[in-house]
């Protein structure tokens, strides 16, 4: 018979788990693995709600194994570190994002590049080096090995910092890697919840001029006057698409349902990149003929390395680059998923788990 | 009224047009324009057949405006130079290729990009600045702004090099863009037609590894054998295919059917890059996963500009390398075209126009 989960390790620990694919999440005994020579203990602080949460809880992509205690945005303070971590001493402010393994030896990780590790481990729901299964930060404490976690600058909130560890790396990587990240280029943002205002923050900070692709058009005062956009184009107003033709440097497209690409393609000068950072789950039409016509490319990207995730920390803290948050209590937390499925939230709910998660 | 088109302009030409979209082509009197001061007028010696002159000739992309002589990957030798013109000279071998105009100002074009223009002038079907139609290499002379004209490299055969100044540009331009061109790397090429076996003679010379992508098995000791090919795998090899997964840099992909891209997005390795320079009628389905899960992209390439076509050929001369032709005469261009639609060509039909093109 498979060990319960709170005796599966030494250390007792304490989060919210789905149980089944309805996605309904409840309070859940778990434990955490004695505390190794590299590792840090951390008690969390915060956790941000990542899409992704909602649809793994949903097992909306069919890779679930139940019971699952999601987040991968956990901002807390270190209360233990292994007797060879070199990294971070007990009282400093940390964070884990969307990995906390990986193999060390190949190409990738030796390119700082673990998020394309063939054996990368995710932050929850994947099998750790021991054979159990990884369980994320809606919880009280993590264990982890300190080459995955993340120095928090003194000057960044912990609660709107803690939605960088995702939303934040999964549009700066591409930002970086693409080179769209010169002063004076003009980027488009397709869609405006966490991954989209993070890359307008982002790309604000970097000196370009960002306008903002939507469907809806009540977001634009919103876009223009409170993140800082320079433009907002409704994507169904075929005028106001057309007259930004041939315009963008390139275009950091965060919507994962379905959608057209022509059009986006089409917003592109010569030499444009659209760069996917949503994933949706049947595949787009590529119109080939635009691209070819103006050697444009349509690229993607997912989160960043360890060392990418830490610059981008770095930087988002010398710019006073945080999310827009709002912070619920743990018990809100169904709630919250129920709100964000209509992306009712601007732009990224965070859970404060010190005040709010109660052992049960 | 229109005027007719051996009385458009003052001097006569002859060649070979397409009148209807059955795209059948047969002998047409046209003129072409007086030699302007930057002008070089040439007499056309070779002209390969491009699957593009197919299309247009039977009008599959909806904008032939009949007739249309086609014809752009052609080298003759120079006739009359204009007072302005300043690179060539009587008697010299040049080449002409896919575009004759531009606008000389935009952002592109001061950056020798004249192929992404937005007022590009194409070689045929296309108008000229002074509103009369352009018309291709299957004809006896043409009158071309010296900036549009390729120096011919000697040691270049012309038959051999006629393909260069589409199919080859073509493959070359993204080679370099992409930056498909470090030594080691492994280069795939999705089809083995016209542009395919030019990307694997370059990607050789390059220093690449090449590995042919192809649907059928029986190119297999072709590619490799004289082509150079280092290895061939067929798509419809489901073990090959696993085998391969994860293995290559980048692909050049110069198949025109609709084809799937999720087997070729998954030969890829990281930060792959999958470039598309062949031109389905429809869009193609782009699954977006493999994208994000391996930082991959697909990009698209179009031919090149005059700068880097001369850059090319000069390579190509330096490397020894010509396209693989069937020299055909200009009476058999139906046929060829049939052959062509079933890709029944080893790799590239030139017309033999000097010795065969006659009123």
């Given at each position: 018979?498979?060990?319960?989960?709170?005796n599966?390790h030494?250390?007792?620990?304490?989060?919210?788990?789905a149980?089944?694919?309805?996605?309904?999440?409840?309070?859940?005994?778990?434990?955490?693995?004695?505390?190794?020579?590299?590792?840090?203990?951390?008690?969390v602080?915060?956790?941000?709600?990542?899409?992704?949460?909602?649809?793994?809880?949903?097992?909306?992509?069919?890779?679930?194994?139940?019971p699952?205690?999601?987040g991968?945005?956990?901002?807390?303070?270190?209360?233990?570190?292994?007797?060879?971590?070199?990294?971070?001493k007990?009282?400093?402010?940390?964070?884990?994002?969307?990995?906390v393994?990986?193999?060390?030896?190949?190409a990738?990780?030796?390119?700082?590049?673990?998020n394309?590790?063939?054996?990368?481990?995710?932050t929850?729901?994947?099998?750790?080096?021991?054979?159990?299964?990884?369980?994320?930060?809606?919880?009280?404490?993590?264990?982890?090995?300190?080459h995955f976690?993340?120095?928090i600058?003194?000057?960044?909130?912990?609660?709107?910092?803690?939605?960088?560890?995702?939303?934040g790396i999964?549009?700066?990587?591409?930002?970086?890697y693409?080179?769209?990240d010169?002063?004076?280029?003009?980027?488009?943002?397709?869609?405006?919840?966490?991954l989209?205002?993070?890359?307008?923050?982002?790309?604000?900070?970097?000196?370009?001029?960002?306008?903002?692709i939507?469907?809806?058009?009540?977001?634009?005062?919103?876009?223009?006057?409170?993140?800082?956009?320079?433009?907002f184009?409704?994507?169904?107003?075929?005028?106001?698409?057309?007259?930004?033709?041939?315009?963008m440097?390139?275009?950091?497209?965060?919507?994962?349902?379905?959608?057209a690409?022509?059009?986006?393609?089409?917003?592109?000068?010569?030499?444009?990149?659209?760069?996917?950072?949503?994933?949706?789950?049947?595949?787009?039409?590529?119109?080939?003929l635009?691209?070819?016509?103006?050697?444009?490319?349509?690229?993607?990207?997912?989160i960043?390395?360890?060392?990418?995730?830490?610059?981008?920390?770095?930087?988002?803290?010398?710019?006073?680059?945080?999310?827009?948050?709002e912070?619920?209590?743990?018990?809100?937390?169904?709630?919250?998923?129920?709100?964000l499925?209509?992306?009712?939230?601007?732009?990224?709910?965070?859970?404060?788990i010190?005040n709010s998660?109660?052992?049960? | 009224?229109?005027?007719?088109?051996?009385?458009?302009?003052?001097?006569?030409?002859?060649?070979?047009a397409?009148?209807?979209?059955s795209?059948?082509l047969?002998?047409?009197c046209?003129?072409?324009?007086?030699?302007?001061?930057?002008?070089?007028?040439?007499?056309?010696?070779?002209?390969?057949?491009c699957?593009?002159?197919?299309h247009?000739?039977?009008?599959?992309?909806?904008?032939?405006n009949?007739?249309?002589?086609?014809?752009?990957e052609?080298?003759?030798?120079?006739?009359?130079?204009?007072?302005?013109v300043?690179?060539?000279?009587?008697?010299e071998?040049?080449?002409?290729?896919?575009?004759?105009?531009?606008?000389?100002?935009?952002?592109?074009c001061?950056?020798?990009?004249?192929?992404?223009?937005?007022?590009?002038i194409?070689?045929?079907?296309?108008?000229?600045?002074?509103?009369t139609?352009?018309?291709?290499g299957?004809?006896?002379?043409?009158?071309?702004?010296?900036?549009?004209v390729?120096?011919f490299?000697?040691?270049?055969p012309?038959?051999g090099?006629?393909?260069?100044?589409?199919?080859?540009?073509?493959v070359y331009?993204?080679?370099k863009?992409?930056?498909?061109?470090?030594?080691?790397?492994?280069?795939?090429?999705?089809?083995?037609?016209?542009?395919?076996?030019?990307?694997?003679?370059?990607?050789k010379?390059f220093?690449?590894?090449?590995?042919?992508?192809?649907?059928s098995?029986?190119?297999?000791?072709?590619?490799?054998?004289?082509?150079?090919?280092?290895?061939?795998?067929?798509?419809?090899?489901?073990?090959?295919?696993?085998a391969?997964?994860?293995t290559?840099?980048?692909?050049?992909?110069?198949?025109?059917?609709?084809?799937?891209?999720?087997?070729?997005?998954?030969?890829?390795k990281?930060n792959?890059?999958?470039?598309?320079?062949?031109?389905?009628?429809?869009?193609?389905?782009?699954?977006?996963?493999?994208l994000?899960l391996g930082?991959?992209?697909?990009?698209?390439?179009?031919?090149?500009?005059?700068?880097?076509?001369q850059?090319?050929?000069?390579?190509?001369?330096?490397?020894?390398?010509?396209?693989?032709?069937?020299?055909?005469?200009?009476?058999?261009?139906?046929?060829?075209?049939?052959?062509l639609?079933k890709?029944?060509?080893?790799?590239?039909?030139?017309?033999?126009?000097?010795?065969?093109?006659?009123?």
């Amino acid at each position: 018979m498979a060990m319960l989960s709170e005796n599966e390790h030494p250390v007792k620990a304490f989060g919210w788990a789905a149980r089944d694919s309805s996605g309904h999440l409840s309070p859940f005994k778990f434990s955490r693995r004695a505390i190794e020579e590299k590792d840090v203990t951390f008690k969390v602080l915060y956790c941000g709600i990542c899409h992704s949460d909602l649809h793994n809880v949903k097992n909306e992509w069919g890779i679930t194994s139940y019971p699952v205690i999601p987040g991968h945005e956990i901002v807390g303070v270190v209360t233990e570190v292994g007797t060879k971590v070199t990294k971070f001493k007990v009282g400093d402010k940390v964070g884990i994002g969307c990995m906390v393994g990986s193999c060390h030896s190949c190409a990738n990780c030796k390119d700082n590049l673990e998020n394309y590790c063939p054996k990368m481990i995710l932050t929850y729901g994947t099998k750790y080096y021991d054979g159990t299964i990884t369980h994320g930060g809606y919880s009280d404490i993590m264990v982890s090995d300190e080459h995955f976690v993340i120095k928090i600058p003194d000057n960044l909130p912990l609660d709107g910092g803690a939605p960088l560890l995702c939303a934040g790396i999964t549009v700066y990587s591409p930002l970086k890697y693409y080179g769209l990240d010169k002063a004076g280029m003009h980027l488009g943002v397709v869609g405006l919840g966490g991954l989209g205002h993070m890359a307008v923050k982002f790309a604000k900070a970097m000196g370009l001029k960002v306008t903002i692709i939507s469907t809806s058009p009540n977001k634009k005062e919103e876009a223009v006057d409170h993140l800082g956009a320079d433009g907002f184009l409704v994507s169904r107003n075929i005028e106001e698409m057309q007259s930004a033709m041939d315009t963008m440097d390139g275009i950091i497209d965060t919507v994962s349902a379905v959608h057209a690409l022509l059009p986006l393609i089409g917003l592109l000068k010569t030499n444009g990149k659209l760069v996917m950072v949503g994933a949706p789950e049947k595949p787009l039409e590529l119109p080939v003929l635009p691209l070819l016509l103006g050697r444009k490319i349509v690229g993607g990207s997912g989160i960043g390395g360890i060392k990418e995730t830490q610059e981008m920390i770095d930087f988002a803290a010398k710019h006073n680059i945080v999310a827009d948050i709002e912070v619920i209590p743990m018990d809100y937390v169904n709630t919250a998923m129920e709100r964000l499925l209509k992306a009712d939230v601007k732009y990224r709910f965070v859970i404060d788990i010190a005040n709010s998660l109660k052992p049960i | 009224m229109a005027k007719s088109p051996d009385q458009e302009h003052p001097c006569k030409a002859f060649g070979w047009a397409a009148r209807d979209k059955s795209g059948l082509l047969s002998p047409l009197c046209f003129s072409r324009r007086e030699n302007g001061d930057e002008d070089v007028t040439i007499k056309i010696l070779f002209c390969g057949v491009c699957h593009s002159d197919l299309h247009v000739a039977k009008n599959e992309w909806g904008f032939t405006n009949y007739p249309v002589v086609p014809g752009h990957e052609m080298v003759g030798t120079v006739m009359k130079v204009g007072s302005d013109v300043k690179k060539f000279k009587v008697g010299e071998r040049v080449g002409v290729g896919v575009i004759v105009g531009s606008c000389k100002k935009c952002e592109s074009c001061q950056q020798d990009l004249e192929n992404y223009c937005p007022q590009t002038i194409f070689t045929y079907n296309s108008h000229y600045t002074d509103g009369t139609k352009t018309y291709g290499g299957y004809s006896d002379m043409i009158v071309v702004d010296e900036r549009y004209v390729l120096r011919f490299p000697d040691n270049l055969p012309l038959e051999g090099g006629a393909p260069l100044l589409c199919a080859g540009i073509t493959v070359y331009s993204p080679m370099k863009y992409y930056g498909m061109t470090e030594p080691g790397k492994h280069l795939g090429v999705a089809g083995l037609g016209g542009l395919g076996h030019v990307a694997v003679k370059m990607g050789k010379a390059f220093g690449l590894k090449v590995t042919v992508i192809s649907s059928s098995p029986k190119k297999e000791t072709e590619a490799i054998e004289r082509l150079g090919a280092d290895s061939f795998l067929v798509t419809s090899d489901p073990a090959k295919m696993k085998a391969a997964l994860g293995t290559m840099d980048y692909i050049i992909d110069t198949v025109s059917a609709v084809h799937p891209l999720l087997p070729l997005l998954s030969l890829l390795k990281l930060n792959g890059k999958l470039v598309t320079v062949g031109l389905p009628d429809k869009p193609l389905e782009l699954p977006i996963f493999p994208l994000v899960l391996g930082r991959k992209l697909v990009g698209g390439s179009d031919i090149g500009g005059m700068k880097e076509t001369q850059e090319m050929l000069d390579f190509c001369a330096k490397h020894g390398i010509a396209a693989d032709v069937e020299v055909i005469q200009m009476d058999y261009i139906n046929t060829a075209m049939e052959r062509l639609a079933k890709s029944d060509v080893r790799y590239r039909f030139v017309i033999d126009v000097a010795s065969s093109l006659s009123q």
